[in-house]
């Protein structure tokens, strides 16, 4: 399946992009756009205006995903909290993970392009997942 979100992955986006190919949709092929207008038809874009997947409520995109598909594992609503506070920084939930998140992926986006990003933080995602797993479950 073809999955589209705005060009300049920044955490939302790349962690997004991330649950997807983990939980949803393991073939996954990402294209980057300006605007959902430039969205082809039989593509499904993400965290974009005007778009299912994107900030619904107080829910940033990752969260939307996480309800829209039922992910209910608990150390997915853990990273969701990190995901949330990098990208909003509404103090909702207590993220110090959040700022440090927030600037690596930052950063990686001046050196790489939207792809390579989404490559490069699928690992971070993965080991963030595994460590946040170790803390909660001891295994």
Same mark, same amino acid.
């Given at each position: 399946? @073809? ?16 649950? #997807? /190919?983990?939980?949803? =949709?393991?073939?996954?092929?990402? #294209?980057?756009?300006?605007? #959902?207008?430039?969205v082809p038809e039989g593509t499904t874009p993400f965290d974009m205006r005007g778009c299912e997947l994107t900030h619904v409520g107080s829910d940033v995109t990752f969260? /939307?995903?996480?309800?829209?598909? +039922?992910? *209910? ?5 853990? %990273?969701? @909290? ?9 103090? $909702? ?8 998140? =927030?600037?690596? #992926?930052?950063? %990686?986006?001046? +050196? ?5 990003? @989404?490559?490069?933080?699928?690992? %971070?995602?993965?080991? %963030?997942? !595994?460590?946040? $797993?170790?803390? /909660?479950? !001891? *295994?």
């Open positions: 399946m @073809r999955w589209a979100t705005r060009q300049g992955i920044h955490i939302d986006r790349a962690a997004s992009a991330w649950l #997807i /190919t983990t939980y949803l =949709d393991d073939e996954a092929e990402f #294209i980057y756009v300006d605007e #959902i207008s430039e969260e /939307t995903i996480l309800r829209r598909y +039922d992910l *209910s594992d608990p150390i997915l609503w853990q %990273l969701a @909290r990190i995901v949330h506070q990098a990208d909003v920084e509404d103090d $909702r939930y207590d993220a110090p993970e959040a700022a440090g998140l =927030d600037t690596l #992926i930052r950063a %990686l986006g001046v +050196d790489h392009d939207d792809e390579e990003v @989404r490559l490069l933080t699928g690992e %971070l995602f993965t080991s %963030l997942y !595994g460590h946040l $797993r170790r803390q /909660t479950l !001891g *295994s």
